[in-house]
């Protein structure tokens, strides 16, 4: 089943338009900041909607498969990380900086789409 005709992010779009070109002129100093500051959140909230959570799944099945634990893989891989196992020269260095760089993409994706183009 589809949703209604204007989605979520085509709604955050259009109030934050109506907040940047409407309300903001008319503000300034600590207004204008905040103003500014919610248009953003909205910007992301709007990117962060539509995308597909497949790769946080995808993720998360690796950290166990590297750190043989499910409970909290992602602490789990930072404690291996600080350990040294995953260092350069280790059996899954490549797997794991790769992984690393992809998450780091996919959250600069919703979060700071402009320093993608600039990496």
């Known amino acids: 089943m589809q949703r209604e005709a204007p989605g979520g992010p085509s709604l955050l779009a259009t109030a934050r338009d109506a907040l940047l070109q409407e309300i903001l002129p008319k503000l300034s100093g600590t207004d204008a900041f905040t103003a500014r500051m919610i248009a953003n959140a909205m910007a992301i909230a709007a990117r962060e909607t539509p995308q597909d959570d497949a790769w946080i799944i995808a993720m998360r ?3 166990q ?3 043989g634990t499910a409970e909290a893989p992602d602490h ?5 990380i600080r350990a040294g196992r995953f260092d350069p020269g280790s059996a899954h260095h490549a797997e794991v900086a790769a ?3 992809e ?3 996919m959250r600069c994706a919703i979060s700071a789409p402009r320093v993608l183009g600039k990496v």
């Open 103 to 105: 998450a780091a993409r």
């Open 61 to 63: 099945a690796a950290m």
């Open 99 to 101: 992984m690393l760089r």
């Open 65 to 67: 498969r590297l750190t």
């Open 76 to 80: 789990a891989l930072a404690s291996a």
